[in-house]
C-alpha cells in the first residue's frame, strides 16, 4: 500500500523523469533533489502527512503540467507567484495562502500564456476569498484568458458571496463544468454591477435586454450548485445554455428561479437540446422563465431528498 511508502530517496539523478505520483503516501517531508526535475509533467503530491511545501521548487519545474497537493491541510500552501512560473500548467489543485495571493497570481499571468491554456480551475478551502476576479479586474483582461478553460469548481471558501461579474463570462465560451459546493455566504453566481453597453464587445456571448443581459455559455454542459444556504440568485437576467446536459441544485433552500432560456417551438418551450437530467430537491419551488417550462421539464427531474 502507497501509505507504507515513508521515506524517497534523493530524486537528483532523475532528470528524465516525466511523472511522479506521491498521492496517499506516508511522506512527510519532499523528497530531496526534485528541483532537479526539469523533465516533470506530471505531480501528485496529495498526501496527508505531508507537512510543509519548500518555498523556490515549483518555478525550477518549468515542464509541468499538472500539480495536485493535498488540499485539507493547515501548512501544504502555495505561493501565488510560484505557481504562476509555471507556464506550461493546465491542472492546478492544491490551496494558495489567502485571496491577495491568488489575485497576486492572476495578476503575474496577464502578460503571460498560461491562463490562456488552463483547463480546469479548483478552488477548495480559502477562507479569505470574497470573489473570484473584481469586476474591475474581469474587465481589463487580455483577450485569450481562460479561453481554454473547461472546469471550474469552488468548494469551502465561506466568505465568498459573489462567483464572478458578468463580463468574466466573455473569457469563459468554452466553459464546460461549473460546481460550486459548501460556500455558505454564497448569495449569487454571476453578478451583474456594470451597465450592458460597457461590457458588451463586437463577437460578445452576451446581448442586453433592458437592464440585465441574455448571457451564453454555448458550451456548458454541467451546472452543480450544492450546499448553499443563502443562495438566492444564479443570474437576474436569462442565461442560454443550449449544450445543457446536466443540472444539479441541492441544499439550495433560498434559490426559487432558474434563469434558464428554453428553446422555442411553435411558440411553445422545449427542453434543451441535450438536457438528460435535473437533479434537485426543491423542484416544486423552483420557477423557470416560461409559465410551460415546468411541464416540459417534468420528466427530465430526479428528486433527490437531502438531510
Not at 528524465?16 to 503516501?25: E, G, I, N, Q
Not at 451564453?216 to 445543457?244: A, D, Q
Request: proline share 6%; with cysteine.
Amino acid at each position: 500500500m502507497r501509505s507504507r511508502l515513508k521515506y524517497v530517496p534523493s530524486l537528483a539523478k532523475l532528470t528524465a523523469l516525466r511523472k511522479l505520483d506521491l498521492s496517499h503516501s506516508g511522506i512527510k517531508e519532499i523528497p530531496q533533489g526534485m528541483e532537479m526535475l526539469v523533465s516533470l509533467k506530471y505531480l501528485n503530491h496529495y498526501a496527508r502527512n505531508l507537512e510543509i511545501l519548500p518555498a523556490g521548487i515549483f518555478p525550477k519545474l518549468t515542464s509541468l503540467q499538472f500539480l495536485m497537493i493535498y488540499g485539507a491541510s493547515k501548512t501544504l500552501k502555495v505561493k501565488g507567484e510560484e505557481v504562476a512560473c509555471l507556464r506550461k500548467l493546465e491542472t492546478f489543485a492544491g490551496q494558495l495562502y489567502d485571496q491577495n495571493d491568488f489575485h497576486a497570481y492572476c495578476v503575474l499571468q496577464l502578460s503571460c500564456i498560461l491562463l490562456e491554456n488552463l483547463v480546469s480551475l479548483k478552488l477548495i478551502h480559502l477562507c479569505n476569498l470574497c470573489v473570484l476576479l473584481s469586476g474591475g479586474i474581469a474587465a481589463s483582461l487580455p483577450s485569450g484568458i481562460f479561453s481554454a478553460l473547461k472546469n471550474l469548481s469552488i468548494s469551502g471558501c465561506p466568505s465568498i458571496k459573489k462567483l464572478f461579474e458578468v463580463s468574466l463570462l466573455l473569457h469563459l465560451q468554452n466553459l464546460e463544468d461549473l460546481r460550486v459546493y459548501r460556500c455558505y455566504q454564497m448569495e449569487e453566481i454571476l453578478e451583474q454591477v456594470t451597465r450592458p453597453e460597457y461590457v458588451l464587445g463586437e463577437s460578445s456571448n452576451l446581448c442586453t435586454n433592458n437592464d440585465f443581459m441574455t448571457i451564453s455559455l454555448p458550451l456548458l454542459r454541467h451546472l452543480s450548485l450544492e450546499f448553499l444556504p443563502k443562495l438566492e440568485s444564479i443570474y437576474r437576467g436569462t442565461m442560454v445554455c443550449h449544450s445543457l446536459q446536466v443540472i444539479q441544485v441541492f441544499g439550495c433552500p433560498k434559490l426559487k428561479r432558474i434563469p434558464l432560456s428554453l428553446p422555442l417551438i411553435d411558440g411553445q418551450p422545449s427542453p434543451p437540446p441535450k438536457l438528460e437530467r435535473i437533479s434537485t430537491s426543491t423542484w416544486e419551488a423552483l420557477e423557470w422563465e416560461h409559465p410551460n417550462a415546468k411541464n416540459v421539464l417534468q420528466p427530465l427531474v430526479r428528486s433527490v431528498q437531502t438531510s
